[in-house]
């Protein structure tokens, strides 16, 4: 084989409606050359042609279940590969089987492997059983279940650059008891144990976004105490679910109406993720309902 030379090869593989094509586009417009569906016996031979010439130094391969028979075999073959120099990431791209029912129902496509005669539910099973290979040597996994096309694809590209937050969309929340808890969140953090500023008077027609409240929730020692604990916490939590995977974290922090507090702690909270270089989603679900 020809000398590598400082090619990059990112392998983009997974569940079949997780987004792989999504992904491989995002890898194009970000100058990558890209080749979907390759049969992986051709991946050597792409190597040799790319390493002739200066054009492509960046590339990007799809692999699915349409063109992998034996995924242990495609992994050795890439590890051959990476033993000769080659610099090689593998992207692993997942779902839920209920996200990937639904998408499959919405779009009218037959997954790959029903042609063989498979159920939807029973293709989605044997197909992540075969695709694990990949997913176990994975450089970056991405678990599309909660994002759409544009947060993917955005993901990928800052993954690709080298961006070290690019793993995880932080998505915080604040929300009141009164009107439910919001189902998807992962982490709920109840702060209803801060004093409320909805008995002062002068306080209570405002939200948390306004100078007076937030000074007046952040000015407690309470208030003190519980950030200067909580916030080390989270910057020790966040790379853990990034090396598991997880792809979309959502905080939600709920007071009694969704007003006051949760909104103060929601905007502290995210103004300290925005320092330490993540851009968290910013949600606040009951800040115009009416107190009573």
């Known amino acids: ?138 450089t970056q996994r991405i678990d599309t279940s909660d994002i759409n096309v544009h947060e993917c694809k955005r993901l990928v590209q800052a993954w690709a650059k080298g961006d070290r937050h690019a793993g995880l969309v932080v998505s915080i929340q604040s929300f009141g008891f009164r009107h439910g808890v919001p189902t998807e969140a992962d982490i709920i953090w109840d702060v209803r144990f801060l004093p409320n500023p909805h008995f002062i008077p002068h306080l209570r027609p405002h939200s948390g976004l306004d100078a007076a409240v937030r000074d007046y929730v952040l000015g407690q020692d309470v208030t003190a105490h519980f950030v200067d604990r909580f916030i080390p916490l989270l910057d020790e939590v966040l790379p853990a679910y990034e090396r598991e995977g997880k ?23 995210a103004d300290h993720l925005r320092d330490a270089g993540v851009r968290p989603k910013v949600r606040h679900r009951d800040i115009d309902k009416e107190t009573t």
């Open 1 to 138: 084989m020809s000398d590598e030379g400082g090619l990059h090869l990112i392998v983009v593989t997974g569940l079949s409606g997780s987004g792989i094509t999504t992904a491989t586009n995002a890898l194009e417009d970000a100058g990558f050359f890209c080749v979907d569906n390759l049969p992986p016996p051709l991946l050597p031979k792409l190597i040799d042609l790319a390493a002739e010439t200066d054009k492509y130094r960046t590339l990007a391969v799809g692999l699915d279940a349409r063109n992998v028979r034996d995924a242990e075999a495609v992994v050795e073959t890439l590890e051959g590969l990476r033993a000769t120099g080659l610099r090689i990431d593998i992207l692993f791209l997942e779902a839920s089987d209920a996200v990937l029912l639904r998408r499959f129902s919405a779009s009218r496509r037959p997954h790959p492997l029903s042609r063989g005669g498979l159920l939807l539910p029973e293709a989605i099973r044997v197909e992540r059983q075969a695709m694990h290979p990949f997913r176990e040597v994975a």
């Open 247 to 269: 792809s979309y974290l959502t905080l939600a922090f709920g007071c009694t109406g969704g007003r006051h507090r949760s909104v103060a702690i929601a905007e502290r909270v």
